[in-house]
């Protein structure tokens, strides 16, 4: 089985070569087994030149001074006021947000609901509380309400004269 470029990069890093022709993967394993025990003994040498692991150690030394305390003192205070003044903020923003305002109904479609309600209520479309031919009884109810609206005269009967005699009480 070939290496994939990344382990080929990784090999590189900590000093293998197994791009080279008949290195193996059993011999690639051999070599880590022996080369992991020196690196843990060399890592504390390695760190003390390294300048991030130095200004860790000066920062940490440095904390644990009486100035040093009452530096993170000041920065704990500091965070603390940080988060009420944040928390305000917060409340602030929220209280001026204007809630969306409901939707009114027209009066056409008061009209229609009522009208609808009446259908159902009567037995013109089917038997009490259902409606058979819904569509048919919603046209019948959106042209008396049309009617209303233009001004039309009452019919002499029927259950368009029963919902636009309701719905003229709405207009």
Excluded: C, H
Excluded at 60 to 70: I, N
Aim: without cysteine; positive net charge; glycine residues 8%.
């Amino acid at each position: 089985m070939a290496f994939s470029n990344l382990e080929k990069a990784m090999a590189l890093i900590i000093g293998l070569d197994i791009a080279a022709p008949g290195f193996s993967r059993s011999a690639a394993k051999v070599a880590v087994r022996a080369i992991g025990p020196l690196a843990t003994r060399a890592a504390p040498a390695a760190l003390a030149y390294s300048p991030v692991a130095t200004g860790a150690a000066l920062g940490l030394g440095a904390l644990q001074t009486q100035p040093g305390q009452q530096l993170l003192d000041l920065a704990e205070e500091r965070g603390r006021m940080d988060r009420i003044r944040f928390e305000q903020a917060l409340t602030d923003l929220t209280v001026k947000v204007k809630k969306s305002k409901t939707r009114t109904k027209s009066k056409f479609n008061k009209m229609v609901s009522a009208g609808m309600k009446s259908v159902k209520a009567s037995t013109s479309y089917g038997k009490k509380g259902i409606v058979n031919a819904p569509k048919k009884a919603f046209k019948a109810v959106v042209s008396a309400a049309s009617a209303v609206n233009r001004g039309k005269k009452l019919p002499k009967s029927g259950i368009k004269r029963r919902l636009m005699g309701i719905m003229r009480k709405i207009r």
